[in-house]
């Protein structure tokens, strides 16, 4: 719930002060995004596997694979942006 709404902040924020080029504002659109989904996926994904591997430590092997997860999402959805603004963000003009 809050990652949604700060997301939705974020896009608000830069459809309403890009600078009036639309490549700029699809990557931008592009890294929100991607950045979102991956760190919620990783999460998720990283609690799950936290608690699979260490099912003694319970809640903190969870929030310690979701912390992790989630940071690796990060840097995923960074990736991902990055690909798009530098290869595929040119085919759209």
Known sequence: MIE????SYQIYKAFKYHDK?????????????????????GGIGGSFLGLAVHPVGGLYSSFIG???GAGLGHLLGAAIA???????????D
């Open 4 to 7: 949604s709404g700060w997301e």
């Open 21 to 41: 080029t639309k490549r700029e504002f699809r990557s931008k659109l592009v890294e929100i995004v991607a950045k979102a989904i991956c760190r919620l996926g």
């Open 66 to 68: 979701g912390a992790i």
């Open 82 to 92: 990055s690909f798009f603004e530098n290869y595929v963000a040119g085919y759209f």
